[in-house]
Every structure is written in C-alpha cells, then in structure tokens.
C-alpha cells in the first residue's frame, strides 16, 4: 500500500517519473480510461517493480492486486470520486454504465464489480495520502477535528467576553441510511471494519451504555391506529429510550408525544435491515462531532448517551446540546452514569426550535431556544439539514457491506464539513443581519405596541413569573371526587332506567285494546298475546336492571354513609356533574391537541425527507383521514366547551400554531384565567417579540466573537502554511500538502471577503482587527500577514440557494399547515 501510494504522489505531481524500465518486463492490458477511451496500453517497468506499482505509475489501477485482467485509469476513478462527492447518489453502477455507453459495449455486472474494488484501492490511497497532509500541517491527533475543524466554536481568543455556554451543538437520530441484514454470503465476503473515520463511534463503545436506562413502555397506546401493525419483535422491551430516565411528570406530556411518535416510525418492517439509521451530532454552525450507527434497533438511549460521553470527555464544559426530545433526555443523563459528570460541568439540554413547539408550554419555558438566556437566534435546526442532504445516499448503501456503506458515510460528512467551512462567513453574516433586522423592525413595533397596551417591558417580565407560577399549579386543580362520580353516574342509570320501566309499564297496558273482548278472533288474539307477550318481556328486563341498579346504589350509598339518597337539585350532585363536565372537556382538549401535535410531526417528515412517492402519498393519505380525525375532534370538543360555558374553537384556528401555543390556557378550566394578562393572545404575542429581541441581541454578541474568530484562524492558518511549505520543499510530500493548501487558501479568500462585507454593515459593533488566539503566547506579527485578492462572495451562491431552499421549504409546512382547511 505504502509504495502504491508513494506511486501514486509521483504520478498525480508528475516528478520523478524515472523511465528506466526493462522492455522484457513490460506488459499489455486491458483499460478503461474516460478521457481516452483507449482499450488497451502497455506499461513499462523495470525489473524490480511490481506490475501493480507500475500501474499506478503510469497513472493506471488494477482490478486485482497481484494479476490484474483490468486496469482503470486513475484520472477517471478521480473523475469519479469528485462527481460523487457533489452527487452522493450517483452509484459505481451508474458510472460503470456511463462507461460502458461511451465505449459501445453493452454493460454487465462485473464491470460494476471491478470498478467498485478498484475505487476501493483509490479511497485507500487517498486516505493515506490526506492523512499524510494532515500529519505535515500538524492536524492529527485523537479529537483533533472536533476541537478544531469550526473557527467559529473552537478558535477561542484572549480577551474574549465570557459566553453563556462554550458550546451549542445537537443530536438527532436518522432514519434513511439503514441497510440491509446480510443477504445469502455477501456478509461474509466483506467482514472489514472501517475504523478510519474520525467522526464515527464504535459499536463495542456505543455498548457501554446500552444498560444504563430501563424502559418504560407507552402507556396508552396511539388511538386510531391498528395495534397489531406494531412489529413486536422490533420493540426492544429492555433497553431504554432517551426519555427512559425521567421522573418529572412536568415532562410526562413531552414523553408521551414523543413515544408515540417514534412508535408509530417503528411500524416500518425494520427486522430486515441491520444498521437501522444513524445517530448525528454536529455544532450550531453544521460542523459534524460525532456519529454512531443504530444497530437493529430504534432510538434507544445508549446512543445519546454514548455521544454525551464523549462530549464530556473532549469538550470544555458549560456546553448545551439540543435535542427533539432534550427535556427529558437531560433527566436521563442526570440518572445515568454520566449524570455526576454532567452536573460538575454545568452542562444543559435543550429542545431544538421545530420540535420545541410541540412541548407543553412549562417545559417550552425551560428548554425552548426562545426562551433560553444566551442561546442568540439558534434553532439548533441544523441536523435537519444534514439529514435532508445524507438521506441521498440512502439508495446506495442499502444493499452494500457495512465497511462500504461507513466509507460512503464517512466521505459525505467530510465533504459537508467542507461545505459547511465554505459557508461559515455566509451563516454569520446572514445571522447578523437577521440579527439587526430583529433589532431594527420587531424591537420598533414592540416598543409601539406596548405604549398602545399601556404596558411596559418589567411588565411582561411579570407575565413572565405569573405565567411560570401558573403552570406549576397546572394539573393540580381541585380533583373530583372519583367516589362521587362514580356514584352520580349510577344514580343518572338508575334514574333512566326507572323512567324507562314505566315508559314500558305503560305500553304494556296501551297493547290492551279499548274494545277488548274476551276471545274476539283466534288470529287477533294470537297476534295481541305475542305483542303483549314482547312487551312483558322487556317490562320485565328493565324492572330486573332497575332493581339491580338500585342495589348498588343502595350499596354504594352506605359505603360511602349517603342520607338521604342525592338530589339533582342537591349541591353535592351539582359539583359532581360540573367536575364531570370539565373532565370530558379536558379530555377532548387533550385528543384535540395530540391529534395536531401528530400532524405537525407527519407534516414535518413530509417536507424534509427525501421520501420517495410511495411514502408521502402514504403519509398524506394519513394527513386526510387525521384532518378528519381533527375534525370530529373540533366538534367534541365544541359541545364539550358549551357544556361548561367555554369559548369554543374553529377549525382553521386549531389548525395554526397558536393553538398549540394556548393549549395550556384552555386547559386550565378555572374561569379567571381567561382574565390573566399573561393569557391575553396580544400580550402573549408582546412577550414573544420581546424575549425574540432578547436572544437578537445576543446573537450579535455571538457573532461579533465568532466571526473575529474565524478571521484570526485564516491569518494564523496562513502563516503556519508558509511555514510547513517552507519545511517541506524538496521533498514528495510538498505537492500534496500545497494542493491543500491551494484550495484552502482559496476558501479562505472567499471567507474573508465575506468578513469584510459583514464588517461593513452600518449596525457592525464587533472588533475589525484579528485577535490573539488563547494560549498561543504574544502575537509574532500585528500586521495582516498577506495580501489576499478578495473575489466577490455573492459571485457564487450555489450552497447558499440550497441551504435557503430548506429554510423555505420549512416555511411552506408551516404556511400549508395555517392554511390547511380541507
Ligand atoms: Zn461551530
Ligand atoms: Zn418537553
């Protein structure tokens, strides 16, 4: 490997090429080559060189390492490796069959194979040789590309004001990437590990945590859907989930939400796939940390957990993680063996701003990114968008061999690190400037709007409190006396059932004819004894019911010493129907808000998956029958609400948002909430602008750090660079090492152009001048090392467009959901 490698650098900087070959030792065979598309050539080599190494030095690759049949010229596997990694869908049989139409010939499969085993080779030497480069410009080392690959997280510099946290970043699971349990012997064909990548964590580690938490199962199952679809199997009953560890029954909604969810994903028939999808971690900026794959299971706990270890372990502390589900998951990691370690650190989770919605409205105050004190204007949105972009290569690497499918996994994350570097100047800027629109359009209309209210800024401070001291006090209502409920809902059976008896009673005695005659007919007597007949028989039944009702009334009444027997008109009996009332409306309100809660989730999925057809039209066949299902909730609700003097809801209302939003308030039947402040949709709306303001505030305080940063590691980056080529000049590993730098020099021109620009806002209040970088001792020169020829930031915007593209698509769902009415 070593002297194919070494081969390679010669060919692909051209030096050195030595032509003392031996004419007798030289051979013929077959090739393919893009760009010539010539069928055979013959290689020279001398008598000491392997026919594999001449190969390579002639710019060719075998299809086998001792007698190769094929060789594939380098330029075009290199043809290959670039178009994938812009194209991550774009399959070796794709390719091979590209190949095959420009030759003329008609394609077969080994063609296929012997491309993909010769690719393998190539990825081997480029691995190799990257990470030769990286050990020259002394980027090596366990953990090096999480602590340093962002500028923006990791470049901290003296002097710097002290953030609220040293680190945003996020964790989710995904669900594309799954492949396929072994089929017939290809498993075992192919039993290498790829343990190479710097982002993955290895299953036998992922396993450390695997019996920390304990499930629990879903207590009440998903209402309208068939319980049997459930792949039993599937449900791992020992192993928990990430909200496995929680006690706080504040957070027992979230769960609850979430479980179903997930259960309702675990339907899919996933017995048949080994790796099931992968768990993703990256930073606020889209860097990626770490990832593990989920083997033959859902989303257990152990896979956060693993991620959190590390965390802990690399990271500084005061960091906080994002998470769908991260208000429980933080009670979780508190109950697990990490929790000491979590709690010293004073690290924290949160829920990120999609699924934060979602969450009921005390936990939304905790762990939403609005609500949260120095979060800036993060979402922590940023998976979503790593997922939309790997879920490409789900088509591909389902029917591959693990180590290919880690391969293929592991190339796409460091090419979207690469992008997401391209991109960072881009994101900041576009931060600052969401930033001080906030500033200068929602602050202006904030402090407008409060004049028109009468209201000031310490006054929604207050709502603040008064709705947080409201929520504890949520689900703490006076609770009805089950007993009493109990006891009136028999005294309603027993009352219905008494008036029916006589209802009976007096049809029995109506079955008697007025010209009754002893013996009129035989046929009119038959036809009159076998009505009164019937007529006795239900008489008889409801009588018997009756008594029985009465019976346990009776007994129900000296159990619980009842003299004399309720009356409707009695204050007892009228409290019990109240509270009963208000129980079926709360009821309907809870059905209402979880069958949203589901569709937000559904709609969700459907934007941002790249799900084929087959899935969405199923999905959105689910989305009609749960528009129905809301419907028909409305509805009960409504009678519901009018049973108890509630405002009632209309259908395009429940339909928003905001009613998600005043889930909580409804649900609180006390009549004088609807008098609080803080529950005055308006002022609800003042309060979100206002802490809105608060986190843009901070965002250009997070900005104005970060992108000082990330100018000071460009310059400090190019004076190492002329350092190490200075080091490396005459020897093979210089032309590697300056085309890395070539390329990153040219990024980092783009960076700063865009630096410059964002400097340049008539709102910037950062430091223009670059910093010194923490612990790297006194600055060695205070003057901008090298002139950097600025391009145009805005000349190429491709990542930007798609990266908006998302965003916008994310807008659409919630524009289609406020305006869903059919
Ligand atoms: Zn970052
Ligand atoms: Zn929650």
């Known amino acids: 490997m070593d002297e194919l490698t070494e081969a390679y650098v010669k060919w692909k900087y051209n030096f050195n090429l030595s032509d003392n070959f031996n004419e007798e030792y030289s051979f013929k065979i077959d090739a393919v080559n893009i760009y010539t598309l010539e069928k055979e050539v013959c290689i020279h080599r001398s008598e000491n060189t392997k026919a594999a190494v001449a190969l390579v030095s002639a710019g060719y690759l075998g299809t086998s390492p001792e007698f190769p049949s094929l060789a594939i010229s380098l330029q075009t596997l290199e043809l290959y490796y670039t178009l994938r990694l812009f194209k991550p869908s774009f399959s070796v049989e794709a390719f091979a069959k590209a190949l095959c139409h420009l030759y003329s010939i008609p394609f077969h499969r080994g063609y296929r194979t012997g491309l993909s085993d010769t690719f393998d080779v190539y990825l081997a030497i480029r691995r190799r040789i990257d990470s030769q480069v990286a050990k020259e410009l002394g980027h090596e080392g366990a953990n090096y590309c ?54 993955y964590l290895s299953e036998d580690f992922v396993n450390i ?57 675990q339907k899919k028939m996933w017995g048949i796939f080994h790796e099931s999808g992968y768990f993703a971690s990256a930073c606020r900026h889209g860097f990626v940390l770490w990832v593990a794959d989920m083997i033959r299971s859902g989303e257990l706990a152990k896979y956060p957990l693993a991620i959190v270890a590390k965390a802990l372990g690399v990271l500084p502390p005061r960091w906080l993680m994002g998470y769908d589900i991260g208000c429980s998951f933080g009670g979780t990691i508190l109950r697990s063996s990490l929790g000491p370690e979590f709690a010293k650190q004073k690290c924290r989770t949160c829920v990120n701003a999609f699924h934060g919605y979602s969450h009921n409205a005390a936990c939304q105050q905790k762990y939403h990114p609005l609500n949260i004190l120095g979060m800036g204007l993060e979402d922590l949105e940023t998976l979503e968008r790593l997922f939309s972009s790997s879920n490409q290569l789900a088509p591909l690497i389902r029917y591959m061999t693990a180590y290919r499918r880690r391969v293929f996994i592991d190339i796409f994350l460091q090419q979207w690190d690469q992008e997401k570097y391209q991109n960072l100047a881009t994101m900041l800027h576009n931060n600052y400037v969401q930033a001080l629109n906030i500033l200068e359009d929602e602050a202006k209309a904030l402090q407008a709007d409060l004049l028109a209210k009468g209201i000031t800024i310490e006054d929604l401070e207050t709502y603040f409190v008064e709705e947080s001291n409201h929520l504890k006090e949520i689900g703490k209502e006076a609770e009805g006396d089950l007993h009493a409920v109990a006891y009136v809902e028999l005294l309603q059976r027993y009352r219905e059932l008494s008036s029916a008896c006589d209802n009976a009673a007096a049809d029995f005695r109506s079955q008697t004819p007025a010209d009754y005659e002893f013996l009129a007919s035989a046929a009119s007597y038959s036809r009159n004894l076998s009505d009164g007949r019937r007529a006795e028989t239900k008489r008889r039944y409801l009588r018997e019911q009756r008594d029985k009702t009465l019976f346990e009334v009776v007994q129900m009444e000296t159990a619980m010493s009842i003299s004399p027997r309720w009356e409707p008109t009695d204050r007892e009996y009228i409290e019990t129907i109240e509270y009963m009332n208000t129980r079926k409306y709360r009821q309907a309100l809870e059905r209402l808000y979880k069958l949203v809660i589901q569709r937000l989730f559904e709609l969700h999925k459907m934007n941002l998956s790249f799900t084929g057809y087959k899935m969405r039209t199923h999905i959105s066949n689910a989305l009609q029958r749960r528009s129905k299902a809301i419907r028909n909730a409305v509805k009960t609700y409504n009678s519901a609400a009018a049973a108890i003097g509630r405002p009632t809801l209309d259908w395009v209302k429940v339909t928003h948002y905001s009613f ?96 410059y620009q964002t400097q340049a806002l008539p709102g910037f209040t950062g430091n223009r001048n670059p910093g010194v970088r923490e612990g790297s001792g006194p600055p060695t020169s205070t003057s901008v090392p090298m002139n950097f020829d600025l391009p145009d930031p805005d000349s190429d915007d491709g990542e930007d467009a798609e990266d908006d593209e998302i965003v916008d698509g994310m807008g659409a769902v919630i524009e289609y959901m406020s305006n869903l009415s059919t």
């Open 209 to 265: 945590y695997a019996g920390e938490i304990k499930a629990r199962p879903l207590a009440c199952n998903i209402e309208d859907e068939d319980p049997d679809e459930l792949q039993s199997d599937w449900v791992d009953e020992e192993h928990g989930d990430p909200t496995d560890g929680i006690e706080d029954s504040e957070l027992a909604q979230c769960t609850e939400n979430w479980k179903a969810a997930a259960a309702d994903q």
């Open 660 to 755: 998600l939003d005043q889930f909580n308030v409804l649900q609180d039947t006390r009549h004088s909430i609807l008098d609080k402040k803080w529950a005055d949709p308006v002022v609800r709306h003042l309060m979100k602008q206002h802490r809105q303001v608060a986190r843009a505030k901070e965002e250009i305080q997070h900005c104005n750090i970060q992108i000082r940063r990330l100018q000071t590691s460009i310059f400090d980056e190019d004076k190492k660079f002329q350092k190490v080529l200075e080091h490396l000049k005459d020897t093979s590993m210089y032309f590697p090492v300056h085309d890395f730098i070539n390329r990153r020099r040219a990024v980092n021109q783009l960076l700063l152009s865009r630096i």
């Open 146 to 199: 999480v602590l340093n690959s962002c500028p923006a997280c990791c470049y901290k510099l003296e002097d710097e004001p002290e953030l609220e946290f040293s680190r945003m970043w996020v964790v989710d699971r995904n669900n594309s990437l799954k492949r396929m349990a072994g089929i017939g012997n290809r498993e075992v064909s192919d039993t290498r590990i790829f343990g190479e990548s710097d982002y």
